[in-house]
């Protein structure tokens, strides 16, 4: 392992992505465990991307009191089906949700015409149940969650609110065969907003494979900018980035 300091950002590089899904998930745990000490629970938003394999199958090993977790999701597809696999909330079902017992679960999915009163109503839940520690990825654009370069604000007023998605971000499905097709993938989604992930006391951001390593360059080396919102994780106060050689590879 190597790891390195960027401005705020403790950088962790793994030869494999396992190693990288390990360290990740024990870190988080750490957390979590110290959280639940402390509060007698611990709120958590989940990443839903195949990027985040290794690290929740990890989580799943680890000493954690479930029943003291409350679980929640980053971002949602507005229009897709209730079974659709793709959907953020059933991919976390498979991957953890369903997997162990937790204190409450809360999901994104609504129809497309309830999405802002869906927003509204997580929101509030938010502001309820304060959120401890988030698990990230970074996309191939260098969004967070679903913030795309195009609707990232480093100042939204908004906790969670419903995007455009680029074709960059849509055509990610696709490269990480969610969906078959680029039309295939939805236009729109909910998603927690920047400024919001920046409130957050801990982040965890899990990067593997060479398709993220322009935006781990630019994430690192860049401005600080929502032309790669991920830059932005520079200035968080308690957040690590866990990256594999080959996300790794232009910044070694």
């Not at 705020?8 to 990288?20: A, G, W, Y």
């Not at 990067?207 to 080396?221: E, F, S």
């Amino acid at each position: 392992m190597v790891t390195k300091k960027v401005v705020n950002l403790p950088v962790h590089i793994f030869d494999t992505r396992e190693q990288m899904g390990v360290a990740a998930a024990e870190d988080a745990a750490k957390i979590i465990n110290a959280v639940i000490a402390k509060n007698g629970v611990a709120n958590v938003v989940f990443a839903a991307a195949p990027s985040q394999n290794e690290m929740l199958e990890n989580l799943l090993k680890q000493d954690i009191d479930w029943s003291k977790v409350r679980g929640f999701h980053q971002d949602e597809y507005i229009g897709i089906d209730e079974k659709e696999p793709a959907g953020f909330g059933n991919f976390l079902r498979r991957a953890i949700f369903d997997r162990v017992q937790f204190k409450e679960l809360h999901y994104l999915l609504c129809s497309a015409d309830e999405a802002e009163a869906k927003c509204e109503e997580y929101a509030a839940l938010l502001k309820k149940y304060p959120i401890d520690l988030i698990l990230l990825g970074i996309g191939e654009n260098g969004h967070l969650a679903f913030n795309d370069p195009a609707v990232a604000d480093f100042a939204d007023p908004k906790m969670i609110k419903v995007v455009e998605l680029d074709d960059v971000c849509r055509q990610q499905q696709v490269n990480d065969g969610c969906f078959a097709t680029l039309n295939d993938v939805p236009k729109q989604a909910m998603s927690l907003t920047m400024s919001f992930i920046m409130s957050v006391p801990h982040a965890i951001c899990v990067v593997p494979t060479d398709r993220k390593a322009n935006a781990v360059y630019n994430a690192l080396n860049g401005p600080v900018t929502t032309a790669c919102p991920a830059s932005i994780l520079r200035q968080h106060t308690d957040a690590g980035l866990y990256l594999d050689k080959d996300s790794a590879s232009k910044i070694l």
